[in-house]
């Protein structure tokens, strides 16, 4: 079994390119690159185009996408203080074309490439589950130690199901632990997030694991005190 995967999807403008540096690591590379006015392509080597880390987790959003089952996701990297948006989602309910958008790069793929995408997606998800989770390595790639797990500050995915409820799953790094109390409904409960309603009759999503305390999630009619992190509240400005 091989070791390295790469696979670059030519476009008439826009290409990317998809990256496994090694089945032990835990991420892949995504590389989006425009052709120049003079017919020559952005150089990922030389600084152009836009290349992100996608881990794990990620690639199991996106394949949850590519195979159907959500309409898109939306993902947020901070890389040396830079924000970099990560959108997959299809073009229309067909399910014919997939857009990926890398910052302002976007790749539009369709059969039979997207087919090849989602194939390579998910035999590298299967090999890094088999060898990137267990045991543990002294070798790191050139890539990983360019691109070290702790300088990603923010990862954020954003689902829209098929039943058009909004899931939003927020994990930040370094940030404070200060906490809140508010006082709202519980209208919806999904596996990884809650539907609430504030006195003010406003309704959002809220991650379950930015709330800190038992609740009654059967109880729709009854307002209740929800302890949650407070950087959830003030980055939504949900209270403002």
């Known amino acids: 079994m091989t070791d390295y995967h790469t696979k670059t999807f030519?476009?008439?403008k826009t290409s990317i390119t998809l990256t496994s540096p090694s089945k032990s690591t835990p991420y892949v590379f995504l590389s989006c690159f425009n052709r120049k006015e003079d017919g020559k392509w952005e150089r990922t080597s030389e600084g152009e185009g836009k290349t992100v880390k996608i881990t794990i987790e990620e690639i199991i959003c996106i394949l949850e996408v590519l195979n159907g089952n959500s309409a898109n996701w939306r993902g947020y990297h901070v890389f040396k203080e830079r924000k970099t948006e990560i959108?997959?989602?299809?073009?229309?309910e067909s399910h014919q074309?997939?857009?990926?958008k890398i910052g302002d790069y976007v790749k539009k793929l369709r059969f039979p490439n997207l087919n090849f995408f989602t194939l390579m997606l998910e035999h590298i998800l299967n090999e890094?589950?088999?060898f990137a989770t267990s045991g543990t390595t002294e070798k790191k790639s050139k890539d990983a130690e360019i691109h070290g797990e702790s300088e990603y500050g923010v990862f954020?995915?954003?689902?829209?199901?098929?039943?058009?409820l909004q899931v939003v799953e927020t994990t930040e790094f370094g940030i404070s632990k200060e906490?809140?109390?508010v006082k709202a409904k519980i209208k919806v409960e999904s596996p990884q997030a809650l539907l609430i309603m504030l006195e003010s009759d406003k309704e959002f999503w809220i991650?379950?694991?930015?709330i800190h305390n038992e609740y009654d999630a059967k109880n729709n009619n009854k307002l209740q005190s929800l302890i949650v992190d407070k950087w959830f509240m003030d980055k939504q400005?949900?209270?403002k």
């Open 128 to 130: 890094k589950i088999e």
């Open 87 to 92: 959108y997959v989602g299809w073009e229309k």
């Open 10 to 12: 030519y476009g008439q």
């Open 97 to 100: 074309v997939i857009q990926i």
């Open 156 to 164: 954020s995915e954003h689902i829209l199901a098929r039943n058009g």
């Open 179 to 181: 906490t809140m109390e």
């Open 237 to 239: 400005r949900i209270l």
């Open 207 to 210: 991650p379950k694991s930015t």
